[in-house]
């Protein structure tokens, strides 16, 4: 099999175990409606430009 990170300077690439994830997110809690809200304004605020060329369409 070819090394195609050779040309990064990695020798040899190391096989890595996968990381099954733990948490369960629960969106209908308090906490996760928070959680929501704050992501969808910090979306919000920075992606303003786009939302409102989408807006105008």
């Given at each position: ?26 969106l ?11 992501e ?9 430009n ?8």
């Amino acid at each position: 099999m070819e090394n195609k990170l050779a040309k990064y300077g990695v020798a040899e690439p190391v096989n890595r175990p996968k990381i099954k994830p733990t948490k369960q997110l629960d969106l209908s809690t308090p906490e996760g409606q928070r959680l929501v809200y704050s992501e969808a304004k910090l979306i919000l605020s920075q992606h303003k430009n786009t939302f409102k060329r989408l807006a105008a369409m």
